[in-house]
């Protein structure tokens, strides 16, 4: 059974960093693409950030371009966001999702294609 485990989440005040880590327990390389959502309360989902992991191909959402960084480790088996400059508004749940075959356009920048394999979500809180 696939797994993707988030960790990393937490309280942060405005302008400081925060980095999550989403754990696969099967190899990333076997995924095509591994991303994060978030949903904070009352909002719509938004795709934030995508990577495809044969080539490290990046999406960002215009909220976060610029101050949030995906990237994938072999080694360790994860991909991870690192996250500065937050704002209020980045206060969320922040889900990990994966998928075999569809891109970051379908999944995260779109929303046209629902990921296949979910974390159950990591909460970011960001108040001074």
């Known amino acids: 059974q696939v797994q993707l485990v988030e960790s990393g989440g937490g309280l942060a005040p405005p302008g400081w960093s925060l980095r999550l880590s989403c754990e696969a327990s099967?190899?990333?390389?076997?995924?095509?693409?591994i991303g994060w959502f978030r949903q904070a309360p009352g909002k719509e989902r938004e795709g934030v950030s995508c990577?495809?992991?044969?080539?490290?191909?990046?999406y960002y959402s215009d909220s976060v371009k610029g101050r949030f960084t995906i990237s994938r480790s072999y080694a360790k088996n994860t991909v991870s966001l690192q996250m500065n400059s937050l704002k209020l508004e980045d206060t969320a749940i922040y889900y990990c999702?994966?998928?075999?075959?569809?891109?970051?356009?379908?999944?995260?920048?779109?929303?046209?294609?629902?990921?296949?394999?979910w974390g159950r979500g990591t909460q970011v809180t960001v108040d001074s």
């Open positions: 999702a994966a998928d075999r075959f569809s891109g970051c356009d379908l999944i995260f920048q779109n929303q046209t294609k629902p990921a296949a394999y």
């Open positions: 099967e190899s990333i390389s076997d995924y095509y693409v």
């Open positions: 990577i495809r992991i044969s080539d490290a191909n990046t």
